[in-house]
């Protein structure tokens, strides 16, 4: 099965005559250094290694312009096949699977898990990198490593593919790299080291791995920022364009970090299909219906399969917090254990579907229909007019429709007639907000003020419609549970979020006058 490890780590580039200091000098002044005479810290003895790694991608580097790395190495610690990807600032994942038979045929499971950007097509070898390595750890008395010094020789060749069985290798290639790498000390303790290498001459390396630097991704990815600014003067369809891109961009991005549940990733790539699917909806006289049709039917789809995961996991924190904060009213640990094992539960089955979904052919089909989506956009003849003429007044289009909800709502008497109102108001609102933030790239300040004040309604909106979902919840588990003590602790939150409801609508009347301000919709002509 696969393991997945978490790095965090910062790489330099060094000439040969460079000469590594001692890592306890590299550590004096930190607070390992001050506290020695509490729990010493020493260099162990360094240990040479030479790993052997293929690196395995698309024909075209899909998976290497998406930041990813997919490689079998040999030798080392941690031989076997490794998967990696961007998990934060100096922050990288790494899923590990073992070796295994073979070397040529990348194992199922991380097969799986790179079919977002491969779209299933063939992995084959791109590049043989050789390692000469030199570690040197720092460890406490305890034994434990804090970090983790590397000094590397590399040698690395680009494979290029050929018609007969064996693939061409390019021009050999070889420098000289310095990587530390956290390991349980703190992040100070890297910025530490980090200061300390900068001050002795050492650069940070230009690229984010070896193979990135094979590759020359980093001349690639300025030859694809030379992309010409977008203006009042472009075509709506342009300026769309590259919203659409960033928002599929994002969804394909956040596949991996479902995937290994990293922290925000469902909500991030829910937001992202939701936007998608708001670019649909108010610039749609541009697209041609036959084609977005169908895809927004889908991508509602979606939405809806990771919101059931976000739902249950936002429930569960909520309810989660508000029982810590009645601690000194009842006894909160059988009544703990209930809330965490019923909404735990119903988070995990939700997370479950996802990623069973993941490796669905429906999945799969909406990734095609949005990478055609991107490549071949199914433009009307509205999208070839100029977006300062065409795209303000879509944008006004869906400001009505929030302003005709809040009207409607206004005049219906409490009840759920009116919450479903409000309900629609808050999804309208978020469009607006969407379409808003969509051309804020060439409207400027006028669209980003436009776009704050419809997040401002949706969040209040939000709040409301969070209060009412946390209060059928909570009737549910009073109605469920076997515990006395658990059935008033929940009738007491139920009156909290009674309470929290009404100052929600305080909030939404202030934000809704804010969002009508005439200077907020001048440039919605």
């Given at each position: ?33 001050r ?59 790494e ?19 790179v ?6 097509g ?21 034994g ?27 021009a ?20 530490a080291?980090?200061a300390?290498?900068?001050e ?8 984010a ?89 889908e ?15 936002v ?6 917090k ?50 055609g989506?991107i ?40 009840g ?48 409301h ?8 919840r909570?009737?549910d ?36 006058k ?12």
């Amino acid at each position: 099965m696969p393991t997945v490890h978490v790095e965090v780590e910062k790489k330099y580039v060094a000439d040969e005559g460079f000469e590594l200091p001692p890592l306890t000098e590299l550590v004096a002044g930190t607070d390992a250094g001050r506290d020695a005479s509490v729990t010493p810290v020493a260099e162990g003895e360094s240990v040479r290694q030479r790993l052997s790694a293929t690196y395995f991608d698309t024909a075209d580097l899909r998976l290497a312009m998406a930041g990813l790395t997919l490689r079998c190495r040999t030798g080392g610690d941690d031989a076997g096949w490794h998967l990696k990807a961007p998990a934060g600032v100096d922050a990288r994942s790494e899923v590990r699977v073992p070796l295994g038979p073979g070397g040529r045929t990348v194992p199922a499971p991380l097969q799986q898990m790179v079919w977002a950007h491969s779209k299933g097509g063939s992995l084959r070898p791109v590049a043989e990198i050789v390692t000469d390595r030199t570690v040197r750890r720092l460890v406490d008395v305890t034994g434990r490593v804090l970090a983790e010094l590397t000094d590397d020789r590399v040698t690395a060749r680009r494979l290029l593919p050929t018609d007969g069985l064996e693939d061409a290798a390019g021009a050999p290639m070889s420098w000289r790299e310095i990587e530390v790498e956290l390991g349980e000390g703190d992040v100070e303790l890297l910025s530490a080291v980090d200061a300390r290498l900068r001050e002795r001459g050492l650069q940070e390396a230009p690229s984010a791995s070896k193979l990135a630097q094979v590759l020359d991704l980093q001349g690639s990815a300025r030859t694809a920022s030379r992309n010409a600014k977008m203006t009042v003067t472009s075509t709506g369809g342009q300026v769309l364009l590259a919203h659409v891109r960033e928002q599929v961009h994002q969804v394909l991005a956040q596949d991996l970090p479902v995937r290994l549940d990293a922290p925000d990733s469902i909500h991030k790539m829910r937001v992202a299909t939701r936007r998608l699917r708001s670019a649909l909806t108010t610039f749609k006289p541009l697209f041609a219906a036959d084609v977005v049709g169908p895809l927004s039917a889908e991508l509602k789809w979606w939405a809806g399969e990771l919101g059931a995961a976000r739902d249950a996991e936002v429930m569960r924190d909520r309810v989660s917090k508000a029982v810590e904060g009645e601690a000194d009213v009842v006894e909160l640990t059988p009544v703990a254990a209930v809330a965490d094992a019923e909404l735990g539960q119903a988070y995990r089955n939700a997370r479950d579907r996802v990623l069973t979904e993941l490796d669905g052919e429906r999945y799969h089909a909406l990734l095609a229909a949005l990478d055609g989506l991107i490549t071949t956009p199914p433009w009307t003849e509205r999208a070839e007019a100029a977006a300062g003429t065409t795209l303000p007044r879509l944008v006004a289009r869906s400001y009505t429709g929030v302003r005709r909800l809040v009207k409607e709502a206004g005049h219906t008497p409490a009840g759920a007639d009116r919450e479903e109102l409000l309900h629609d108001a808050r999804k309208a609102a978020k469009r607006a907000r969407y379409a808003g933030e969509a051309v804020s790239g060439i409207f400027g300040q006028d669209a980003a003020a436009f776009a704050e004040a419809m997040e401002g309604v949706q969040e209040a909106l939000g709040e409301h419609q969070d209060s009412v979902l946390t209060r059928e919840r909570l009737q549910d588990l009073a109605l469920h549970t076997t515990s006395t003590s658990a059935a008033f602790l929940y009738g007491r939150l139920h009156a909290i979020e009674e309470a929290r409801a009404q100052k929600s609508q305080q909030h939404f009347d202030a934000a809704w006058k804010a969002a009508g301000r005439k200077s907020l919709h001048r440039w919605l002509r």
